[in-house]
């Protein structure tokens, strides 16, 4: 377009720093912009934002062009950061058993300008309210390493000085495990941080919870943090979820302080939101689990206990767009059909 209409590059410039850098209002940055009118700031339309009553958390619905519902979800931190935790697909393939996205029984990529808009309209959000946005996480719905390239394309115009301008030790990309795109992405981008969701480290207990393990076994992941820790000079994040009689035990501590041998970990020890879907899961009691962290920091590992927020606005990943997204998928497949 810049060239269609002989547009000086300082305005494109402008544009895309108020936008993408400043999070300007929509309105406020096109008003200087010649032919503003033809320029599309969004692929996302919002379809339903959800305030936290009882904590800074926000749930931003989104409906893509193809009709489906996607979320993100904002993070106001008490010492007064944001996080926003972004989606990479609708639905998840890998089904874990914990997990109301991995329900859905649909999973679609999403492109990188569907990704990278609900970090334009978060931000747009937390600008209005006089707040940075500081972190961005990729731990909403989806596997990210199941859509890896679109990934990579979204990290790079993340982090690339022209366009959002993000510090990569900002972004983390959280995955159940895909040990190959792991390395891939910690070659191509050793400053952006790596979660591994963990949860079990016996082989039988974690391919229960988590499907996906029976094609990425342990013995395989434990080599690859090894080989991510090289590549990135620097700590993976470990996720655990704490279910209670599952994995939860002091001898389950213990199995997780040895497996981390030689490995650079911080663990993140993570509350369980129960979902309707897993009846049969609960969430382990706080007492128990500041035991199972001070067995993990007597043994020399770092470990925090993640504090939940959200926790009145369905804060299980997909909880409130699962229905509608799979009606949708149903009348989609019925018209198919008629066709």
Request: overall charge neutral; aromatic content about 6%.
């Amino acid at each position: 377009m810049r060239k269609e209409l002989r547009l000086d590059p300082q305005f494109v410039r402008k544009l895309r720093n108020d936008l993408l850098k400043k999070f300007a209002n929509d309105n406020d940055a096109l008003a200087a912009f010649p032919a503003g009118d033809r320029v599309q700031c969004h692929v996302l339309s919002l379809f339903k934002r959800v305030d936290s009553n009882i904590d800074g958390a926000t749930k931003l619905l989104f409906r893509t062009s193809a009709g489906m519902l996607i979320e993100s979800v904002i993070l106001r931190i008490a010492t007064g950061r944001t996080t926003l935790c972004v989606s990479s697909q609708v639905g998840c393939a890998a089904a874990c058993d914990f997990c109301a996205t991995g329900k859905m029984g649909i999973a679609q990529n999403l492109t990188p300008a569907e990704i990278l808009d609900q970090v334009f309209q978060a931000g747009q959000l937390l600008a209005a309210e006089n707040r940075r946005l500081d972190n961005i996480v990729f731990m909403g719905m989806g596997e990210p390493f199941h859509n890896e390239q679109n990934l990579h394309e979204t990290l790079q115009i993340l982090t690339a000085s022209h366009m959002f301008d993000r510090s990569p030790s900002t972004i983390l990309v959280s995955t159940v495990g895909v040990h190959d795109a792991m390395l891939r992405c910690a070659e191509r981008f050793p400053l952006v941080n790596l979660a591994l969701s963990l949860h079990s480290v016996d082989q039988e207990t974690r391919k229960t919870i988590i499907p996906l393990a029976r094609k990425h076994p342990l013995n395989e992941l434990q080599e690859t943090l090894r080989q991510v820790n090289k590549l990135q000079q620097r700590e993976v994040m470990i996720e655990y979820l704490m279910l209670a009689g599952v994995n939860d035990s002091s001898d389950n501590a213990s199995q997780l302080a040895v497996w981390l041998d030689g490995i650079q970990a911080h663990v993140n020890l993570i509350p369980y939101n129960p979902i309707d879907d897993a009846p049969h899961l609960t969430g382990t009691d706080r007492d128990q689990i500041s035991a199972f962290a001070d067995i993990l920091k007597k043994a020399g590992r770092k470990t925090t206990v993640r504090y939940s927020l959200g926790n009145d606005i369905a804060a299980a990943c997909g909880q409130l767009v699962r229905k509608e997204n799979r009606d949708k998928a149903i009348q989609d497949h019925k018209f198919s059909r008629q066709s």
